[in-house]
């Protein structure tokens, strides 16, 4: 009688904590997963957006300019680049190298050429747009300039993507100063 | 007297502890015996204690391989926990700014130590007769018009004495003149509700060891959430009780059951 | 025999014990604190507060839970419980005044509290309320040695004041129950998120009440038995009903601040504190309330008496884990009690139930009929005596 007794007291008892322990887990996991609901939900502000991590690389196209061009030219001469292309870029850089004191080294022939090739783009989209090639596959890239330069009024011609393309290229690629 | 304050300025503090002679001078401290490597380099000794009320704190910062100097010191906060703690009024705010300890009425119960976020109270342990030490903010030098005597001696002028509102603003001024030179954050102009001493430095304050992350609100406060209840909350229950108990002996009687306790 | 025996065994242990304590708290006034006891800059308090007055006031509750419950809520027929519970609750009160006079460090100017004026520090009020307090059990005290004596000048004045001093002392219990609780809150980087919370006072008055009961029913279970008294189960599965509403409202509080503070991270980290959190919530709490929930163990004493210590225990570590082991200052000294700050205490409660041990023996505070079975020769002139 005592015995059976003891033994259903062990039953419930051991039955009840297990019981009890579930229900202050559950709570605790409750509280958990709202948690993590809201950090969740908080996120989006502090979750970097691609342009973010696009900015994080800038193309720097005015840098550039600046450092080598804008002590002579003003930014209205760039405008009047429409129309030209690599060769034509290079003809006028390598004239401009001509002028004594231009003082332009022959390792920034490229990328003052791919900067000036890109600017023609940067006075509709803007940097922080055309800023977001760094993230995309080689084969979006080429499908994103074909695109814009397939736009009415883009003054580029379909066969100079490649041209493009390789401008952007050099500006992305480029090593840190 | 307008409430004072000091500013700590440590990006000028060259680490000559002359702040702590003076500190010793002025207040008649004992001397330590202490080791030449007690702590972090050169500091020394490791913590404040009876014998010294300030310190100056030496660490190393690895990126730039120079010292970086803090200092302890009470900061002499503007609603003190230690003062709402003390239950004898040894701990008192008074309007000259500073926190100031009435020896004798220390009973020893160290809940000031407890209740210091910045763990500045010290208590010597050692001795039969101990009491609390802690920095005076040199009260009784103050009220003649003389400056802390740490704040007098300082030779690089990295502490600084004066009314609080023009030691706040000097602060932020300095900050604002040289944004490069100064986190930009005035250590003491929040923290625990405010306090009179304005720290500065050059690296984030963790890295001096500094306590960060302390709220906004004074910590009395939290206390003070429920202690502003108690003689409403005792006189409710007197009555409440006084009530249950007259009511249940009046039926006690009527139903004639003995007192039995 | 074999009881008498025991009790002999426990007695010389409690004496040794004592005698190691008292050599302690000699070493403290003649060298200081540091000579006995790791309490440091950092962590000022540790275990004599954390043990000494935490935990004494709380189980020293036991005299105002039963005069609230018999007094005040007129539940009388636990009327035999309350002179065991105002006489342990005397004793722990003033085992608690010992202890803090070892813990100050300057006890000499303990008086100044009374002359002081500091309505915003909880240690001003604890100190208040508690001393009132103590006084309200002497009072209580006194009353009931006066009736028994038959000192009628006494008797007749504190019967008089006698109700009115049980109302007093019961509100000021409840005041400095919960300051307990409040002179923690002003700590909030100090104590581990686990523990600290803003509802601290109500969750130290809730367990008070679980103490105060739990300390009655330990005492009843071994004091019937040593004394071969009738043991009232009845009485004791009364206590274990409430013992169950007031372990449900404790645990409330206490899971819902975890919640409420997010603590539940912290809680199920894998550490030693979330150890020690889950040995107080499950071993502690969850496990008595299991017990007490089953209508078989409340009719057995020994399942009582062992709920009843699971409980004991889980409020004694709830208290330990807030002041003492919780306890996490950034600072570069650490803090492990002493055995100078463990002798100094268990030597005060080895003295108390040595003291409370001769006073169930020869004041009238146990009531109950003496067994019906033949009591073993020789001590049956004591249990008699003490039973009448």
């Known amino acids: 009688m005592a015995k059976s007794s003891n033994a259903r007291m062990g039953t419930f008892a051991v039955f009840g904590v297990a019981v009890l322990v579930n229900l202050v887990l559950s709570i605790f996991l409750l ?130 993507v490649g041209e493009l393309l390789r401008a952007f290229e050099t500006l992305v690629d480029r090593p840190k100063n | 007297m307008a409430e004072k304050a000091m500013i700590q300025d440590n990006t000028r503090c060259i680490g000559c502890r002359a702040c702590m002679i003076a500190c010793k001078e002025w207040n008649d401290l004992g001397a330590d015996v202490t080791d030449f490597f007690a702590s972090d380099g050169y500091q020394n000794p490791r913590d404040l204690n009876e014998n010294n009320y300030t310190l100056i704190t030496y660490r190393e910062e690895p990126a730039e391989a120079q010292w970086v100097f803090g200092r302890l010191l009470c900061m002499h906060c503007a609603s003190p926990a230690c003062a709402s703690a003390c239950p004898t009024g040894a701990l008192q705010k008074l309007a000259n700014g ?52 740490c704040a007098k001696v300082c030779p690089t002028h990295a502490i600084e004495f004066g009314d609080r509102d023009e030691m706040l603003s000097k602060a932020k001024r300095r900050i604002a ?43 009395p406060d939290l206390t003070h959430k429920s202690m502003r209840f108690v003689p409403r909350i005792f006189f409710s229950l007197l009555g409440a009780f006084g009530l249950m108990a007259w009511i249940v002996r009046r039926r006690n009687e009527r139903m004639g059951i003995a007192e039995d306790h | 025999m074999e009881a008498r025996r025991s009790i002999f065994r426990w007695k010389s242990t409690l004496v040794a014990i004592a005698i190691i304590g008292g050599t302690f708290t000699l070493a403290r006034f003649a ?76 006890p000499w100017m303990g008086w100044i509290i009374f002359f002081s004026w500091q309505p915003t520090s909880a240690l001003f009020e604890v100190a208040w309320c508690a001393t009132l307090y103590t006084t309200v059990l002497i009072i209580e005290f006194g009353s009931v040695a006066a009736n028994h004596y038959r000192w009628r000048r006494s008797a007749r004045i504190l019967g008089m004041v006698y109700l009115p001093a049980v109302v007093v002392g019961v509100s000021l219990s409840h005041l400095h129950q919960s300051s307990l609780g409040t002179l923690l809150t002003i700590v909030p980087l100090k104590v581990d998120s686990r523990w600290w919370s803003e509802v601290l006072p109500a969750t130290f008055l809730t367990s008070s009440y679980m103490a105060g009961l739990s300390l ?121 009690p002493a055995i100078g700050e463990y002798a100094t205490t268990f030597g005060v409660l080895a003295t108390l139930v040595l003291i409370y041990g001769f006073a169930v023996r020869r004041l009238p505070i146990h009531r109950e009929e003496p067994l019906d079975e033949d009591p073993a020769p020789g001590i049956a002139p004591h249990a008699a005596k003490a039973a009448v």
């Open chain 1, 31 to 160: 509280d958990q997963v709202r948690r993590t609901r809201q950090e969740v939900s908080d996120l989006s502000r502090e979750l970097a957006s691609k342009q973010d991590v696009a900015m994080l690389r800038p193309l720097r196209v005015n840098e550039i300019l600046e450092r080598r061009c804008t002590r002579c030219h003003t930014d209205q001469r760039f405008a009047k680049l429409t129309g030209m292309g690599r060769p034509e870029i290079l003809e006028t850089i390598q004239r401009m190298r001509e002028h004594p004191g231009s003082n332009i080294p022959s390792s920034e022939v490229r990328e003052i050429q791919a900067a000036l090739l890109v600017f023609r783009c940067i006075a509709c989209h803007g940097e922080g747009v055309l800023s977001q090639i760094v993230l995309m596959p080689p084969e979006d890239r080429v499908r994103f300039l074909r695109d814009k330069v397939r736009m009415p009024d883009s003054g580029f011609r379909t066969d100079q």
């Open chain 2, 98 to 149: 500073a926190v100031e300890l009435t020896e004798w009425r220390c009973i020893g119960c160290r809940y000031c130590m407890q209740a210091c976020p910045f763990v500045i109270p010290k208590f010597d342990y050692g001795s039969v007769f101990p009491k609390i030490h802690k920095c005076t903010f040199c009260s009784d030098r103050l009220e003649v018009g003389f400056a802390p005597a």
């Open chain 2, 177 to 219: 003149d040289a944004p490069g030179r100064y986190v930009p954050h005035v250590y003491g102009e929040t923290e625990v509700g405010g306090t009179n001493v304005f720290h500065l430095s050059s690296v984030p304050f963790e890295k001096l060891g500094y306590e960060t992350g302390l709220p906004h609100e004074p910590l």
């Open chain 3, 31 to 106: 060298f200081g604190i540091g000579a006995i006891a790791n309490v440091n800059n950092a962590y000022p308090w540790g275990w004599w507060v954390g043990f000494g007055v935490l935990s004494f006031i709380a189980f020293g509750g036991c005299g105002f839970t039963l005069a609230l419950l018999v007094e005040i809520f007129g539940q009388h027929r636990y009327a035999p419980m309350v002179r065991p519970a105002i006489t342990m609750g005397l004793l722990l009160y003033l085992g608690y005044v010992v202890i803090l006079m070892i813990e100050l460090g300057r």
């Open chain 3, 216 to 336: 009655v029913t330990i005492e009843h279970v071994l004091a019937t038995h040593y004394l071969r008294l009738k043991p009232r189960v009845d009485l004791l599965g009364g206590l274990a009903r409430f013992q169950i509403g007031l372990i449900v409202i404790f645990l409330t509080l206490r899971i819902g601040s975890l919640v409420y503070e997010g603590a539940t991270d912290a809680a199920l980290r894998f550490d030693w504190l979330s150890f020690l959190l889950w040995t107080e919530i499950i071993v502690g709490f969850l496990v008595p309330l299991a017990l007490f929930s089953i209508p078989d163990v409340r009719q057995n004493k020994w399942a009582l008496f062992a709920s009843s210590c699971l409980l004991a225990g889980g409020i004694l570590l709830t208290r330990l884990n807030t002041a003492v082991f919780g306890m996490r200052v950034k600072h570069w000294e650490s803090y492990q």
